[in-house]
């Protein structure tokens, strides 16, 4: 008798249903990516069809499913996780070293037979991975088919389109007006030799317009395709979602509204000698197919990726105003969990109710900018862990802690000024020697990266050894990288910076004045705990010598480190003062935020060591 359980029985179903679409195409292997029409990273639930197909729920992944084969491929972050989920389901676990890793291309490559078929939806393969694909399909003599959405057809109750209104971002949150923005992205396809640019990343269009919405889960973007001309521009947005109002002040600016669905038939008709601007990292091949023949294309990083990554001068203010705020918000958040443990049933769960109840007290809040992690012990050695109502930890019950040792709290907002992300490890209990051992380590890899001086321009994959020379010191590593960029109210992890050993150090990556990038090394010990502590990095500039121009980074972050969790002895008294400093930044800065017993906690969570 099958004892699975409803769910893997429900996965294995729908992979039957799949093959069974496979036959009737005559197509030998579907490709699945963790995608959409605008290659985003949180997806609407419409395109949410690997997750829907295999019963893994992690951010990243690829399924391919053949006749007699299923599997995900996954980085480190999501290994536990996608072993737990897909066991009994039939569909294998894929490890790869990172995201970037074209595991499932290698071995289709390998696996492939001359004739044969592999199909995957143009219409959410991105441009850059449909070249590399086609040449390892072409490689092992098999066809690659791009224009079934046979995932479509084994769906039979599919989601639709999500549907919120969109809205603008205002002064003086927004300090720079939209037709300011489009006169300097137009300045920019001039310098690249275009009159028309195409848009499919929804925090750049977001961006370019002053536009905000709520169709992507944690990322106050919405559903649009834009085409940028040399007087005019057309964004393509779902009936209903632009109100009149709105839609007259975007004429104003010389932007008009057409139907979402519309969007390829109007990248259709560019005129027959028009030049093209696109990103091929960032559009998706059923667009690429859409452009005329005719029609010259410039291929280059979307100007607006690099503009929006360097912060104003206004949008700093406000990302430091945000940051009290949140900072005021965690306060309040620890001083209930300290004062709750051992006296109230605390789980996992109720971790991510209270910050994010917290957060919404606070002015300018708007959403989570992504899902709360809140790991304990074991659960907090998976990166990328997440809680639910079947499977979570318990800390606390009434009658005192349900067991010792590290929380790991990963969390961030969305306010109209800002966007924060912040990871901090708290001792539940007393924490033992090799916790602080670790504890400890890691401090002193994201001290290292944050006190940290280079030339502007350093291509930022190159800073990440940087935050892991100490974690290496201790014969440890980190499957994950150190940094990502991170948005103004837009997405949490945004590029084109990234401090990662996984990443290229191109031109793109160079860092910049303005930009903001997470500071976050880790230590996972698998089934004991998880260690990472996060602040987000601001670069501003440093000194000019006979060298060059040197930046260095703000730190915008401003919340206690657990003091409880260190190792004194393995910090130098450089660090120790880092760490003093900082505290006395936090204390500084928040405190007039606070009142009562959540002043009292900041006070004593902020004395030096």
């Given at each position: ?8 029985a ?40 690997r ?19 299923a599997?995900v ?12 989920e897909l ?6 676990l894929?490890?790869?070293?990172s ?15 001359p004739?044969?078929?592999v ?17 390892a ?11 079934l959405?046979l995932?479509?057809l ?11 209104a ?15 923005k489009?006169?300097?992205l137009?300045?920019?396809m ?7 640019h195409?848009?499919?990343?929804l925090d ?5 317009f ?37 839609r007259?002040?975007l004429?104003?600016?010389?932007v ?10 109007h ?17 998706t091949l ?11 294309v ?10 929006k ?14 940051m ?14 300290e ?11 109720t ?24 790991g ?26 349900a067991a ?18 912040i ?25 290292a990266l ?17 935050a ?11 499957g ?5 960029g991170?948005?103004?109210?837009l ?10 050993p ?12 303005g930009?903001?990038t ?18 987000l990095l ?21 919340c206690p480190?657990?003091?409880r ?5 393995l ?11 900082y ?6 800065r ?14 004593r969570?902020t004395?030096?060591?």
């Amino acid at each position: 008798m099958d004892t699975l359980d409803p769910t893997r029985a429900q996965t294995r179903a729908r992979i039957d249903d799949l093959r069974k679409v496979l036959r009737e195409h005559a197509v030998d292997a579907l490709i699945i990516p963790s995608s959409d029409p605008h290659l985003s990273e949180y997806l609407p639930a419409r395109w949410q069809g690997r997750a829907w197909a295999s019963g893994f729920t992690g951010s990243v992944g690829t399924l391919v499913v053949c006749a007699d084969f299923a599997g995900v491929w996954v980085d480190s972050r999501y290994w536990v996780q996608a072993e737990a989920e897909l066991a009994g389901t039939g569909v294998e676990l894929m490890k790869i070293a990172s995201a970037a890793s074209p595991g499932h291309v290698d071995w289709l490559r390998a696996h492939l037979k001359p004739a044969q078929v592999v199909a995957v939806d143009a219409a959410v393969l991105g441009l850059a991975a449909a070249r590399q694909l086609s040449e390892a399909v072409s490689a092992a003599g098999a066809t690659l088919v791009t224009k079934l959405d046979l995932l479509g057809l084994a769906w039979p109750d599919r989601p639709g389109l999500p549907t919120a209104a969109v809205y603008e971002h205002l002064a003086p949150h927004a300090a720079t007006t939209r037709a300011e923005k489009l006169a300097a992205l137009r300045s920019a396809m001039q310098e690249a030799g275009a009159q028309w640019h195409w848009l499919s990343t929804l925090d750049d269009i977001a961006w370019v317009f002053n536009l905000r919405g709520a169709d992507v889960n944690y990322n106050p973007v919405f559903l649009a395709h834009a085409l940028i001309g040399p007087s005019q521009a057309t964004l393509f947005v779902a009936d209903g979602k632009i109100d009149a109002a709105l839609r007259a002040r975007l004429a104003s600016d010389g932007v008009g509204v057409v139907p979402y669905a519309q969007a390829h038939t109007h990248l259709a008709q560019l005129p027959a000698d028009a030049v093209l601007l696109i990103d091929p990292r960032r559009i998706t091949l059923g667009a690429r197919e859409a452009v005329p023949a005719s029609v010259r294309v410039v291929e280059a990083i979307n100007p607006s990726t690099l503009a929006k990554s360097r912060k104003t001068a206004a949008e700093i203010a406000q990302v430091r105003a945000a940051m009290e705020q949140d900072g005021a918000a965690l306060a309040e958040f620890f001083t209930w969990l300290e004062q709750a443990l051992g006296h109230e049933p605390i789980t996992e769960l109720t971790i991510d109710e209270r910050v994010t109840a917290a957060r919404a007290r606070r002015p300018g809040y708007v959403s989570p900018s992504f899902g709360t992690i809140a790991g304990f012990n074991a659960n907090g050695a998976m990166p990328h862990y997440r809680a639910t109502d079947a499977a979570h930890a318990t800390l606390s019950r009434r009658d005192g802690l349900a067991a010792e040792g590290l929380l790991l709290i990963d969390s961030g907002g969305q306010y109209l000024g800002g966007t924060t992300d912040i990871t901090r490890v708290v001792a539940i209990g007393t924490p033992s020697a090799a916790q602080k051992h670790d504890f400890t380590l890691v401090l002193k890899g994201m001290i290292a990266l944050s006190r940290t001086h280079f030339p502007r321009g350093t291509r930022s994959p190159v800073l990440d050894a940087i935050a892991r020379a100490p974690i290496w010191a201790g014969g440890v590593d980190y499957g994950h990288g150190t940094g990502h960029g991170v948005g103004y109210f837009l997405n949490v992890h945004e590029g084109p910076q990234t401090i990662s050993p996984h990443a290229a150090t191109e031109p793109q990556t160079a860092m910049e004045p303005g930009m903001i990038t997470s500071n976050e090394p880790g230590i996972y010990r698998p089934g004991r705990w998880g260690v990472r502590i996060e602040n987000l990095l601001l670069n501003v500039a440093h000194e000019t010598t006979e060298f060059g121009e040197f930046l260095r980074f703000e730190t915008l972050t401003l919340c206690p480190i657990d003091t409880r969790c260190i190792e004194r002895r393995l910090l130098t008294d450089d660090e120790a003062d880092w760490l003093n400093d900082y505290h006395a930044e936090v204390r500084a800065r928040v405190a007039p935020h606070l009142h009562g017993d959540a002043l009292a906690w900041l006070e004593r969570s902020t004395q030096p060591i």
